[in-house]
């Protein structure tokens, strides 16, 4: 996975908050087996903490020395995306807004743009307080993105992801395949609370993996609005696999083989790992959202 060197990257798409204190509120449960409930039903959710049921009591105490704007100061171009972490997610959100914009406008409408909220420990969100713990998710009321970078040691540590840089690049695009389905409205259509292998919840994850494999199909293709360059320049198979098996890592049933022992079907929220697997795949091999129907 690598970026045009030269490419101008735009910071204003991701909001550095990194040891900020958040305002008040109210804040997800962290630790022991609530904390992982938490984690289980908010992954890579389409709704936000607070929706889901899972704020509590007073924020924890927060760290105060603010590392806040790192991302605009040091997040320049291509080549920082190529060796830092943090610039590596604002390049591959300036890709995947690249990819949705020019698809809205083919398509006759409109993107509206969604910011990424990169955040440590907590962040209060128009969803809710959430603690890292509820791992990344979407929040239709402010229309952002909100992630912890610690989590994608978690995705290789705790979940046996093989990791990559494009294990991270599956993470955002899903998430925005999320901002996708609250543009369309299919957010606001699916969210009943059940949960089920047939679950309006588990088809809305697996069409925004499909969405993530879109993006990923055209992702070297998609000219950059300032260059008219593509600022993906180079995807290879061993970074498609990467992504494949951060799909499957974080599959109901290997998640739940893994930390309960067995797997209760009854209970999905996101998909089967073969089925959230598959459905990027067929985003990625397609490169059309219309083959991204997991409600037929």
């Known amino acids: ?34 904390g ?23 924020p924890e105490p927060v760290a105060t020395s603010s590392s806040a704007a790192q991302v605009e100061r040091d997040c320049r171009t291509g080549a920082d995306a190529n060796t830092r972490e943090d610039c590596r997610i604002v390049a591959v959100v300036n890709s995947v807004q690249d990819f949705w914009r020019a698809e809205y406008e083919r398509r006759g409408g409109r ?7 990169v955040f440590t ?8 307080s959430a603690t890292s713990a509820v791992g990344p998710f979407y929040c239709p009321g402010d229309r952002q993105v909100y992630l912890d970078l610690g989590f994608f040691d978690e995705l290789r540590t705790r979940f046996g992801s093989s990791g990559g ?30 949960t089920g292998p ?40 061993a970074d498609i696999r990467d992504g494949l098996d951060a799909a499957a890592a974080v599959g109901d049933d290997r998640i739940q083989e893994r930390f309960q ?3 209760t079907p009854e209970n999905w929220t996101h998909g089967s790992a073969a089925q959230r697997q598959q459905w990027f795949y067929t985003g990625f091999t397609t490169g059309d959202m219309a083959r991204c129907n997991t409600f037929r």
């Open 111 to 117: 993107y509206g743009d969604a910011r990424t909220v």
């Open 165 to 194: 840089p494009f294990a991270q690049a599956y993470v955002v695009a899903h998430e925005y395949g999320h901002h996708v389905q609250n543009m369309m409205g299919t957010l606001a259509r699916a969210q009943d609370g059940r």
């Open 261 to 263: 022992g067995r797997v």
């Open 198 to 237: 047939d679950s309006n919840a588990v088809r809305v994850e697996l069409q925004a993996d499909c969405y993530a494999g879109v993006w990923a199909r055209h992702a070297t293709t998609t000219p950059d609005e300032k260059t008219g360059r593509p600022l993906l320049t180079r995807l290879t198979e």
């Open 36 to 58: 992982f409930i938490a984690l289980i039903l908010g992954l890579l959710f389409g709704v936000g903490p607070e929706q889901l049921g899972l704020t509590t009591g007073d």
């Open 121 to 128: 420990h907590q962040v209060g969100t128009a969803c809710g």
């Open 1 to 34: 996975m690598q970026f045009d060197d030269d490419a101008d990257l735009d910071t204003s798409e991701v909001k550095d908050v990194r040891g900020s204190r958040i305002p008040g509120g109210r804040a997800t449960v962290g630790g022991g087996i609530v």
